[in-house]
Every structure is written in structure tokens, then in C-alpha cells.
């Protein structure tokens, strides 16, 4: 008895171990991941539109040829617009940071001359030096160079990643039939794998559109508003739309700072309100409608790997939570020892009738 006890907690040491190796060899291999799975994520994006060429009876050749036009003008459109709109944010980096230096100081006069009576009575005050910490525009305009930093990191890979994204897509139509006639797959895997995929697809596809919805309406009311690079904070929002939960309400932190620097405090408010209207309405009436089923992950789980994936990986981790956790439960499934782990990870209890339901 005590010795399947100490073997199993052996095997757990070693489970446990190998995966801090594992996660630790991510995290330092990260320049290297990163790529590829942006990669992986822009094919996913792409194969349906080419297997779809080719259903449609354009041959794989042409459909393949079209597909690498397509990727290779949108990607290198997009990187001209940001970058350029990126050399025009360092070059005003100074003005914007002096501009809200003023703006911050203006308001820690306005809250120091304010006089709240009923406040002091009760023996409530607030330091200066407090507000001061609140407001600091030095960690505002270290956020802003964080956010143009990361875009320059991805800009600078561009030609690798378009270059993977061309060769899986290459694959694409030989893959399944590949995978299938692997030694030992047995029919209830290669269901399962099929399942991943299709998850993993339906997902990402949906997420793209709604992303995509979300990145022009931002670009359009900043434009009307006449906030700086309207074009970049539509980007942001369109890639920080796919970081679930919290992503929509991070990308609006720009373009609201972006307003209070060149307005004043009722620009910024109005800049929020339609972020935050923007936020609602394709959050949660257009993309629940669209997406139509659950990710079969519970919130805490999105927010746990968010958080996970952006620590390994670091902010294209946090894009790419939801897919890669996805794709992490389903393989867990696979294996009877690690469905436990699987059920603890769905969004509900399934049905005790139900032998198969693990969602």
C-alpha cells in the first residue's frame, strides 16, 4: 500500500516537474514562438477562404497563388500604415508627454483647491503627494511607449511570419489526410482532433470578424473626434479585442489618454463613453449572436490562461489565450487520466446521463 502510494506521488513529482521544464523552455524560446503562432493563427484565419477557393473548382495552385497575394498586400499595407503612424508618435512623444505634464498639473491644483468640509469633519483628507501618485503622467506615457514597443517587435517579424502563415497553408490541404494515416490514431482521437481544429477554427474566424467590426468602429469615431492616429487605435482595438474579458477596455486607454492630452478632461470622457458604447454593443449583442456557442471554457479558466499565456509569452500570449487553452483542453480530454482536468476547465457540469459529455 505504501509503495503505490510513494510511486504515485513519484509521478506526480515528475509530471510536475517536466512541466515547469516545459513552461520554462517556452518562456525562454519565446522569440521563437511567438512567430509561429502568430503564423499558425493568420493560416487558421486563411485556410477556410482556401479550401473554400478550391471547392469552388479554382486549382490549388491559383487558389494558393491568390491566398499569398492576399497576405502578403494586407500584411505589408498594414505594416506601412502603422509604421508610419508609429514614427509620427515618437516624433510627438515629447510634445504629448509636456502637454500632459500641464494637464495633470492643472488638475492637482483644481483637487488641491477644493474644499469638502464634511470631509475634514470626519478627518478625511488627501495628500497631495497621494493624487500626485494616481496622476502621474510619467506611467501613462510608459504604458503608451510599452504599447508602441510591442507593435514594433511584431511589425519587425512580419516577413517571417507571412512566410510560415505561406507554407502551413501550403499544407493545409494534405494535413488531415497525413494526420489520418498516422500509425495507431484511432478513430475517437482522430474525432477529437477533428474537434479541436473545428473549435479552434469556428473561434478564431467568428473572433477575426467581430475584432475586425470592433477595430473600424474605433477607427471611425476617433477619426470624427479628430484624436491622433486614428488608424493605429483602431488597430489596437481590432488585435486587443481578441484578449478576452479585459482586452476591448485595455485598448481604450489610448485613445482616451490620446484625447485628454489634445482636448481636456470632457473630450476624454466622451472618448470613454464611446468606447465603452462601442464595447457593449459588439461584446455582448453582436458577438454572442455571431459566435452562437460557448467557448466551453469558464470564465475563470479565460482569465487564468490569460494571464499564463501573457506571462510566457508575453502580450501575443495574451491574444492567443483563448485558442491555446481551447486546444489544451481538448487534448486533455484524450487521455482518461487527464479528464478530471479537462472537466474542471468547461464552462458546466455535464450531464451525469451523459458518459461522453465533457463540455
Known amino acids: 500500500m505504501n509503495g503505490g502510494k510513494s510511486s504515485g506521488a513519484v509521478r506526480f513529482l515528475v509530471v510536475a516537474a517536466s512541466l515547469v521544464i516545459v513552461i520554462a523552455g517556452m518562456k525562454a524560446a519565446s522569440s521563437i514562438l511567438v512567430p509561429f503562432l502568430l503564423a499558425v493563427f493568420i493560416a487558421i484565419i486563411a485556410t477556410p477562404l482556401f479550401l473554400s477557393l478550391q471547392r469552388r473548382g479554382v486549382p490549388s495552385a491559383v487558389a494558393l497563388l491568390l491566398m499569398i497575394l492576399l497576405l502578403v498586400v494586407v500584411g505589408f499595407l498594414v505594416v506601412g500604415v502603422v509604421r508610419t503612424s508609429l514614427i509620427g508618435f515618437s516624433d510627438n512623444l515629447s510634445t504629448y508627454e509636456a502637454r500632459l505634464q500641464e ?10 483647491g477644493l474644499e469638502m468640509p464634511w470631509l475634514k469633519e470626519r478627518g478625511v483628507e488627501f495628500p497631495a503627494l497621494t493624487i500626485s501618485d494616481l496622476l502621474d503622467p510619467n506611467a501613462a506615457m510608459g504604458y503608451l511607449g510599452t504599447v508602441t514597443s510591442t507593435l514594433s517587435g511584431m511589425l519587425a517579424n512580419t516577413f517571417l511570419i507571412l512566410l510560415v502563415a505561406v507554407f502551413m497553408l501550403l499544407e493545409a490541404a494534405l494535413l488531415p489526410a497525413k494526420v489520418r494515416a498516422l500509425p495507431g490514431l484511432s478513430d475517437e482521437m482522430w ?108 470564465p475563470l479558466v479565460i482569465l487564468l490562461s490569460m494571464i499564463f499565456w501573457g506571462w510566457v509569452l508575453g502580450p501575443v500570449g495574451m491574444l492567443l489565450s483563448v485558442p491555446l487553452t481551447m486546444a489544451t483542453r481538448i487534448a486533455l480530454e484524450s487521455g482518461e487520466g487527464t479528464q478530471w482536468i479537462a472537466l474542471l476547465m468547461g464552462s458546466r457540469v455535464p450531464d451525469p446521463d451523459d458518459s461522453t459529455a465533457v463540455h
Open 103 to 112: 494637464r495633470t498639473e492643472g488638475i492637482l491644483q483644481w483637487l488641491e
Open 191 to 298: 474525432s477529437r482532433l477533428k474537434q479541436m481544429v473545428e473549435n479552434v477554427r469556428h473561434y478564431m474566424s467568428l473572433k477575426t470578424l467581430t475584432s475586425l467590426l470592433t477595430g473600424v468602429l474605433v477607427y471611425i469615431v476617433t477619426a470624427v473626434i479628430g484624436i491622433d492616429y486614428p488608424v493605429l487605435l483602431g488597430l489596437l482595438a481590432f488585435l486587443l479585442n481578441y484578449v478576452p474579458n479585459v482586452g476591448s477596455f485595455i485598448a481604450a486607454i489610448p485613445g482616451v489618454l490620446l484625447a485628454f492630452i489634445q482636448f481636456d478632461f470632457s473630450g476624454a470622457a466622451g472618448t470613454a463613453i464611446a468606447y465603452v458604447v462601442i464595447n457593449v454593443v459588439v461584446g455582448n449583442v453582436i458577438e454572442p449572436r455571431v459566435m452562437g456557442r460557448g467557448l466551453g471554457l469558464s
